[in-house]
Nanobody, 127 residues
Framework: QVRLQESGPGLVKPSQTLSLSCTVS?????????WGWIRQSPGKGQEWIGC???????YFSSSRKNRTSISWDTSKNRFTLQLSSVTPEDAGVYYC????????????????????WGPGTQVTVSS
């Protein structure tokens, strides 16, 4: 089973850019495997942010696509989420997770579609 581990700052100020990284134990080189980010907000359910496949194609939730970036590092054992212009509404527990897309061409855009999760990291947005 693939293992994932999030890392990044626990506190970020409003209007700044949040950068979180996820280190993976194994990269599955298939177009049907995706590496995603999911946020759980206080008092709310889990929200899919976006994902990346092994060749670097990215897919994002429409609610924050214009300020979201996901990319692999050069070694391709770590991928990074960058969320610009953060607000207190961006606070929560952030998880990286992997998913197998069982239907070709269909990007997993629901948290329930992700099989392997990291332990999560708490992010607070405050000045």
């Amino acid at each position: 089973q693939v293992r994932l581990q999030e890392s990044g700052p626990g506190l970020v100020k409003p209007s700044q850019t949040l950068s979180l990284s996820c280190t993976v134990s194994e990269l599955l080189t298939t177009n049907n495997y995706y590496w995603g980010w999911i946020r759980q907000s206080p008092g709310k359910g889990q929200e899919w942010i976006g994902c990346i496949d092994y060749v670097g194609s990215t897919y994002f939730s429409s609610s924050r696509k214009n300020r979201t970036s996901i990319s692999w590092d050069t070694s391709k054992n770590r991928f990074t989420l960058q969320l610009s212009s953060v607000t207190p509404e961006d606070a929560g527990v952030y998880y990286c997770a992997s998913a197998f897309g069982r239907i070709a061409g269909k990007t997993p855009s629901s948290p329930a579609e992700y099989d392997n999760w990291g332990p999560g990291t708490q992010v607070t947005v405050s000045s």
